[in-house]
């Protein structure tokens, strides 16, 4: 019911609205899909079902449970290019969504865009001091529509991404993997972090993708529930772009793999967390340079 992540059905960027007028999501779609954009919408917090009725388990890591925990956790599994907020729709509490979206890491980095009635200047101004990156009238919203989704939208550079990934693993890297698969999560944090900070290509985002991964299930080991957790939601802004492999890692796999860890983690709730299953903690696999 409160699914907006349909799945990646093409490679297509998404981008999330916030809106419920027919007329503008109407327009939007269209522009959105002549752009090779794919649509997402949520036109009412009720899509999400009564506030105390939302699964605890969706208590992900930033103290939160009900609609705002499940807000977090569909956006970051869709990861869209941008989202957009009609001020205008009473139906969703864009106030409380858009200071959440951009108070918490694995989602802050996301474009806000927002429009309104120019008459509501204090509005403007709310939607500003929450973090909306972007306010404007609806009439220049509407006018300047493809502008605006193609300045303001953060797509990845496929391509790019595609041609730096054939390069090698950098020394640091290595060291890092290898820790990694002795189960020194800390250790390979640090090996990665550094090999990300001198990387200057686009696939430098695959060591801090590992690097996260290896912080959750570093937390996992500690038995710290909310640290893990949150850390899952942070790698997945970083793992879902990766191609299947990249500098010979097994990206795929590992995106799997650590899904499947989070999907225990959150069965089991912070309660159980010391019955977690550490067979679930799997070796990244990757080949060795030559």
């Given at each position: 019911?409160?699914?907006?992540?349909?799945g990646?059905?093409?490679?297509?960027?998404?981008?999330l609205?916030?809106?419920?007028?027919?007329?503008?999501?109407?327009?939007?779609?269209?522009?959105?899909?002549?752009?090779?954009?794919?649509?997402?919408?949520v036109?009412?917090?009720?899509?999400f079902?009564?506030?105390?009725?939302?699964?605890?388990?969706?208590?992900?890591?930033?103290?939160l449970?009900?609609?705002?925990?499940?807000?977090?956790?569909?956006?970051?599994?869709?990861?869209?290019?941008?989202?957009?907020?009609?001020?205008?729709?009473?139906?969703?509490?864009?106030?409380?969504?858009?200071?959440l979206i951009?108070?918490v890491?694995?989602?802050?980095?996301?474009?806000?865009?927002?429009?309104?009635?120019h008459?509501d200047?204090?509005?403007?101004?709310?939607?500003?001091?929450?973090?909306?990156?972007?306010?404007?009238?609806?009439?220049?919203?509407?006018?300047?529509?493809?502008?605006?989704?193609?300045?303001?939208?953060?797509?990845?550079?496929?391509?790019?991404?595609?041609?730096?990934?054939?390069?090698?693993?950098?020394?640091?890297?290595?060291?890092?993997?290898?820790a990694?698969?002795?189960?020194?999560?800390?250790?390979?944090?640090?090996?990665?972090?550094?090999?990300?900070?001198?990387?200057?290509?686009?696939?430098?985002?695959?060591?801090r993708?590992?690097?996260?991964?290896?912080?959750?299930?570093?937390?996992?080991?500690?038995?710290?529930?909310?640290?893990?957790?949150?850390?899952?939601?942070?790698?997945?802004?970083?793992?879902?772009?990766?191609?299947?492999?990249?500098?010979?890692?097994?990206?795929?796999?590992?995106?799997?793999?650590?899904?499947?860890?989070?999907?225990?983690?959150?069965?089991?709730?912070?309660?159980?967390?010391?019955?977690?299953?550490r067979?679930?903690?799997?070796?990244?696999?990757?080949?060795?340079?030559?």
């Open positions: 019911m409160y699914n907006f992540n349909m990646n059905e093409t490679e297509q960027p998404a981008l609205g916030f809106v419920s007028d027919l007329m503008f999501s109407t327009r939007i779609e269209s522009t959105a899909r002549r752009l090779g954009f794919q649509m997402r919408w036109e009412s917090a009720d899509e079902g009564p506030d105390d009725e939302v699964p605890q388990r969706r208590q992900l890591g930033e103290h449970v009900g609609r705002g925990a499940v807000l977090l956790d569909q956006i970051t599994r869709l990861h869209p290019a941008l989202i957009i907020f009609d001020l205008g729709n009473g139906q969703i509490p864009w106030r409380e969504w858009m200071a951009k108070s890491p694995a989602t802050r980095r996301i474009p806000v865009l927002a429009f309104g009635s008459v200047v204090d509005t403007f101004k709310d939607a500003r001091a929450r973090g909306a990156d972007v306010v404007l009238a609806r009439s220049r919203f509407i006018s300047s529509l493809p502008d605006l989704l193609l300045k303001h939208a953060r797509v990845v550079d496929a391509a790019a991404l595609e041609a730096d990934c054939e390069g090698p693993l950098s020394p640091l890297a290595l060291e890092g993997l290898e990694f698969n002795r189960g020194e999560y800390f250790e390979a944090h640090e090996y990665l972090e550094e090999a990300w900070n001198e990387d200057q290509s686009q696939a430098k985002e695959l060591y993708a590992i690097l996260q991964v290896a912080v959750a299930y570093m937390q996992i080991e500690r038995q710290n529930y909310n640290g893990a957790a949150k850390m899952f939601l942070r790698v997945r802004q970083w793992i879902d772009p990766m191609p299947d492999n990249c500098r010979g890692i097994d990206i795929g796999r590992l995106r799997d793999e650590a899904r499947q860890v989070h999907e225990a983690l959150l069965r089991l709730g912070p309660e159980r967390i010391a019955e977690f299953d067979s679930l903690l799997r070796p990244v696999h990757f080949q060795r340079p030559q």
